[in-house]
């Protein structure tokens, strides 16, 4: 990605935040923070990490190299206000931080689209946002890299991990799709149990998570062939016709 492609795209988010979702750094600030002598804010922390993301920086050694151009620390400054915290940081930051607080983050940033009425030129039929929903493995181990994650056994007794995330996403026609909930797909930990967790039962969770966050908004279901079938046809009987 060239310079310019990158300004233009750093300058394109932060006029989407500034318009969409004013409260978004105030809702940073409340994440809180385990650090007694912090260097950079929680803003900085999370502005550099989603950076990472944006621009498709591999690894945190790359994208530390990146920032250390002059050039790219001003811009990144002039825009968001922030300075380019090191990744190494951002990194010890975010494991200590529960997801569930970046996924209410998440879910409030798509009300807002909701309730501003944004998305409403991609209603299905004019009544029903269309929500994609399907698993995605992430990365594959050939050891347990934390407590709970699913795991496969072969033949030969080789074992392999893989971290599994459900994932609901907004679909749009111009072919915008906008993460609306995710769910990790992992094992009871303090407990014992017969079979792993399933695509299915965070199917159960995600759906609750949907009718609870939501309310009063219809959602059309686009689902492969694992779904067609009675207890998942229950599920969105019981959500009083919010899902389809």
Known sequence: ?????????????????????????HQILEL?????????????????????????????????????NIDYQNNIKNIFGIRVADMDTVDKYLRWLD??????????MISELLNSKTLQKYKFDGLYYMIAIDGTGLQSFDYEPYKGCPFKKFKNDQKV?????????????????LSIAS????????????????EFKAFKRLTETLKRNFQRTQFLLLLDG????????D?????????L
Not at 3 to 24: C, G, T
Not at 183 to 198: A, G, H, L, R
Not at 235 to 243: M, P, Q, V, Y
């Open 226 to 233: 694992l779904y067609p079938k009675e207890p998942i046809f």
């Open 32 to 68: 809180g923070d385990y650090r007694k002598r912090p260097y950079y804010q929680v803003k900085e922390l999370i502005v550099s990490g989603l950076l990472m993301f944006l621009f498709k920086q591999k690894t945190r050694n790359n994208t530390d190299n990146i920032a250390k």
């Open 1 to 25: 990605m060239q310079k310019y492609e990158k300004y233009q795209l750093v300058s394109r988010l932060a006029y989407i935040i500034n318009h969409h979702f004013p409260d978004l750094y």
């Open 161 to 177: 991990w893989t971290s599994y995330v459900l994932e609901a996403k907004i679909i749009c026609q111009n072919g915008f799709s």
């Open 99 to 108: 997801t569930s607080k970046l996924e209410t983050i998440k879910q409030k």
């Open 183 to 198: 769910t990790w797909i992992e094992n009871p930990i303090n407990e014992s149990y017969d079979k792993q967790d399933s």
């Open 235 to 243: 599920i969105c009987k019981k959500t009083d016709g919010s899902l």
